[in-house]
């Protein structure tokens, strides 16, 4: 798989603050975050706006930001449908779009989709399969459509290195990202990090439990944290502060920048930070200015 043909900075911002105001907001929003010098914004799915128009909003008002799904959940559409938005999204913005596809979480799939989640694996490689025999018959996009797949363990790593860009890793540590980095090869590795903006060690401990209750309630992240030498007296009550720690970036700016430093380090290509804000809904802009002189300088050093 070729990596190189879309141009994607080495840093970026991965938020779902965006769902969470009006859409011509978002849009001046995606803006500023161009403008800060950030080089792709990264938004999520559960059940809010549609990922793939929620893209092509924040896209339409930037320039030069590309644009990624972290990540457009399979169970969501089917592969032809998939196909259409990611095959629209890169005709309309050329070289600006990275579809990431994930399986998600049992409890998002069964309870939420009424899908069955018993074979993830096999059904992400089943859906590339369709996606690849999908017809698509508006005009066809100039540039390819790059994929790159939710990934965490040795499998679908492995899967992501065969038949996409590469992956995006999400609720992980450094030591992660250096495992990823081997299994992945030459693909493209894409990293999602945690960081607040917080020097007092209780409340910055107390704003990021809020963050890891919320994923160590899923399977896949307590078992991917387990081949890190996690357990469960660390999944306790919204995460241990030894877990709380490697998962979050919390501190001054050089903190979060030695974390995502780190992370470079061990093979990412991109880092894209994810800033907690202190109340769930409110969006971290403040943070996004205040790291972005820092981060920026990091990533044009790379």
Same mark, same amino acid.
């Given at each position: 798989?070729?990596?190189?043909?879309?141009?994607?900075?080495?840093?970026?911002?991965?938020?779902?603050?965006?769902?969470?105001?009006?859409?011509?907001e978002?849009?001046?929003?995606?803006?500023e975050?161009?403008?800060?010098?950030?080089?792709?914004?990264?938004?999520?799915? $559960?059940a809010?706006?549609d990922?793939? @128009?929620?893209?092509?909003? +924040?896209?339409? #008002?930037? !320039? =030069?930001?590309?644009g *990624?799904?972290?990540?457009?959940n399979?169970?969501?559409?089917?592969?032809?449908?998939?196909?259409?938005?990611?095959?629209?999204?890169?005709?309309?913005?050329?070289?600006?779009v990275?579809?990431?596809?994930?399986?998600?979480?049992?409890?998002?799939?069964e309870?939420?989709?009424?899908?069955?989640y018993?074979?993830?694996?096999?059904?992400?490689?089943?859906?590339?399969?369709?996606?690849?025999?999908?017809?698509?018959?508006?005009?066809?996009?100039?540039?390819? $459509?790059?994929?790159?797949?939710?990934? @965490?363990?040795?499998?679908? +790593?492995?899967? #992501?290195? !065969? =038949?996409?860009?590469? *992956?995006?890793?999400?609720?992980?540590?450094?030591?992660?990202?250096?495992?990823a980095?081997?299994?992945?090869?030459?693909?493209?590795?894409?990293?999602?990090?945690?960081?607040?903006?917080?020097?007092?060690?209780?409340?910055?401990?107390?704003?990021?439990?809020?963050?890891?209750?919320?994923?160590?309630?899923?399977?896949?992240?307590?078992?991917?944290?387990?081949?890190?030498?996690?357990?469960?007296?660390d999944?306790?009550?919204?995460?241990?502060?030894?877990? $709380?720690?490697?998962?979050?970036?919390?501190?001054?700016?050089?903190?979060?920048?030695?974390?995502?430093?780190?992370?470079?380090? *061990?093979?990412?290509?991109?880092?894209?930070?994810?800033?907690?804000?202190?109340?769930?809904?409110?969006?971290?802009?403040?943070?996004?200015?205040?790291?972005?002189?820092?981060?920026?300088?990091?990533?044009?050093?790379?």
């Open positions: 798989m070729d990596t190189a043909r879309i141009p994607l900075s080495p840093l970026g911002v991965w938020t779902g603050a965006l769902d969470m105001v009006p859409a011509a978002a849009k001046q929003l995606a803006a975050i161009e403008d800060l010098g950030y080089g792709a914004i990264w938004i999520p799915e $559960v809010g706006r990922v793939m @128009l929620h893209l092509g909003l +924040l896209l339409s #008002a930037t !320039e =030069r930001l590309v *990624a799904t972290g990540i457009a399979i169970w969501g559409r089917d592969p032809v449908t998939m196909t259409g938005g990611a095959k629209g999204l890169t005709e309309a913005f050329p070289e600006r990275i579809v990431g596809l994930g399986v998600s979480h049992q409890r998002l799939v309870d939420l989709r009424g899908h069955d018993a074979r993830p694996l096999s059904a992400m490689r089943e859906y590339l399969d369709r996606m690849a025999r999908s017809p698509y018959t508006a005009f066809r996009p100039t540039t390819p $459509v790059h994929l790159v797949l939710a990934a @965490l363990g040795p499998k679908m +790593l492995a899967l #992501a290195a !065969e =038949r996409t860009d590469g *992956a995006h890793t999400y609720f992980v540590t450094p030591e992660h990202t250096a495992g980095r081997a299994a992945l090869g030459d693909a493209r590795l894409c990293v999602e990090q945690a960081v607040l903006l917080e020097t007092d060690a209780d409340r910055a401990r107390s704003i990021a439990r809020g963050h890891t209750k919320v994923y160590l309630q899923h399977a896949n992240y307590q078992g991917n944290l387990r081949r890190l030498g996690f357990g469960d007296d999944f306790a009550e919204g995460g241990s502060d030894r877990l $709380v720690d490697a998962i979050v970036a919390w501190g001054g700016e050089e903190d979060v920048r030695a974390r995502v430093a780190a992370h470079y380090d *061990a093979g990412a290509d991109h880092v894209c930070v994810q800033a907690l804000p202190a109340q769930p809904r409110d969006v971290p802009v403040d943070q996004w200015r205040a790291l972005a002189p820092a981060l920026t300088e990091l990533a044009g050093n790379r």
